[in-house]
């Protein structure tokens, strides 16, 4: 069976594609889970990462 997209798809373990990885310039961690963010170290403020940036957005848009 020749599907494409099962050809395309990534080994386990080997990173979601286009995810930042803590490679290259040292990022700050997460304040809530200590997971590598999207921000340099230099970044002020609170720094979150994606998935407790998605997690905060929810909460706060249902908090009406």
């Given at each position: 069976?020749?599907?494409?997209?099962?050809?395309?798809?990534?080994?386990p373990?080997?990173?979601?594609?286009?995810?930042?990885?803590?490679?290259?310039?040292?990022?700050?961690?997460?304040?809530?889970?200590?997971?590598?963010t999207?921000?340099?170290?230099?970044?002020?403020?609170?720094?979150?990462?994606?998935?407790?940036e998605?997690?905060?957005?929810?909460?706060?848009?249902?908090?009406?």
């Open positions: 069976m020749d599907d494409p997209y099962c050809d395309a798809t990534p080994a373990g080997a990173g979601a594609p286009g995810r930042r990885t803590a490679e290259g310039p040292p990022y700050a961690a997460c304040v809530l889970c200590q997971e590598p999207e921000y340099p170290e230099s970044t002020k403020g609170i720094t979150l990462c994606p998935v407790c998605w997690r905060e957005a929810e909460r706060t848009a249902c908090s009406g």
